[in-house]
C-alpha cells in the first residue's frame, strides 16, 4: 500500500510566480491535512480538507494561498504571486474516513524556494 | 489551548552517551494521543510513536524509550547508547479532539547531534 506521496519534492519559483503542490494521499484515505514548516521551525497547521470540501482553514494565510481536494485526483495547495517568505517545506497528511482523525500519515514533503 | 513546548532547541552529546529529549504539553481534553517524529537531514518525517491519554505504561522499542507522565503533562523520550545515525531534529506533537478536524500540534523541534 503506497504511503501518502507528495510532488514534486523540489520546487523553485521566482517572486511573482505561482507554485502548485500535490498531493496523494494513501489509498482508501479522504482526509487530507496540510502543513508548513518555515525554516528552523516545527510544522504548523494550515489546512483541513475531505473530498471536495474545506472543513477547517484556520491556520490558512488570507491572501494568496488555496487549497482543493476534488473528488478525482490530488489535493492541490496552491500559493499566488509567491514571496520569499513563502519559502518553507509543505508537508501533506491524510487519514482514513472511519473516524480515526489522530492518525495522519505524513508525506515526504515538498521543499518551495522562492528567488 | 493546545500548545507543545520543546524547550531543548540544540543538544550535542558524544556517541554511546544517553540522552533525553523533553516535551511538556497543554490540553484541556481528557483524550489525546502525543506522538514523536524524527526529522533526518533528508527532511522527511519518520514516525516513531503515539501513544494515547489513557495509556501511561512506559515502552521500550529497542535503544529508544519514552516516559509518559500525565501529573506534569510531560512525554520524555530517551535514547540510550545514542548512535551517529540518531542525528535529527525530533519533534513531539499533540492530537486532541477539541476541534474539529483534529490537527496536529507540534513543537519546534530538538536538534540532536550525535558526536563520533
Redesign the interface.
Known amino acids: 500500500n503506497a504511503g501518502v506521496m507528495q510532488n514534486p519534492r523540489h520546487l523553485v519559483r521566482r517572486r511573482g510566480q505561482e507554485a502548485r503542490l500535490r498531493c496523494s494521499p494513501m489509498k482508501g484515505h479522504s482526509?487530507v491535512?496540510w502543513?508548513r514548516q518555515l525554516p528552523e521551525?516545527?510544522?504548523?497547521?494550515m489546512v483541513?480538507l475531505q473530498k471536495e470540501n474545506i472543513?477547517?482553514e484556520s491556520?490558512m494565510p488570507k491572501e494568496r494561498f488555496s487549497a482543493e481536494f476534488p473528488k478525482e485526483g490530488p489535493s492541490i495547495l496552491r500559493i499566488q504571486q509567491v514571496v520569499r517568505g513563502d519559502s518553507a517545506?509543505y508537508?501533506c497528511?491524510s487519514s482514513s474516513s472511519l473516524g480515526l482523525?489522530?492518525?495522519?500519515?505524513?508525506g515526504?514533503?515538498t521543499?518551495l524556494t522562492v528567488t | 489551548a493546545q500548545k507543545v513546548t520543546q524547550a531543548q532547541t540544540e543538544i550535542s552529546v558524544v556517541e554511546k552517551e544517553d540522552v533525553t529529549l523533553d516535551c511538556v504539553y497543554e490540553t484541556r481534553d481528557t483524550t489525546y494521543y502525543l506522538f514523536w517524529y524524527k526529522q533526518p537531514p533528508s527532511g522527511e518525517l519518520v514516525f516513531l510513536i503515539r501513544r494515547n491519554s489513557f495509556d501511561e505504561q512506559n515502552e521500550i522499542s529497542g535503544r529508544y524509550s519514552w516516559n509518559f507522565q500525565k501529573s506534569t503533562s510531560s512525554f520524555n523520550f530517551t535514547i540510550t547508547a545514542s548512535q551517529v545515525v540518531d542525528s535529527a531534529v525530533y519533534f513531539c506533537a499533540l492530537s486532541d479532539l477539541s476541534n474539529t478536524g483534529n490537527q496536529f500540534y507540534f513543537g519546534t523541534g530538538t536538534s540532536l547531534t550525535v558526536i563520533p
Open positions: 482526509h491535512y502543513y521551525e516545527g510544522l504548523k497547521f483541513y472543513i477547517d491556520g517545506a508537508f497528511a482523525t489522530y492518525e495522519q500519515y505524513f515526504p514533503g521543499r
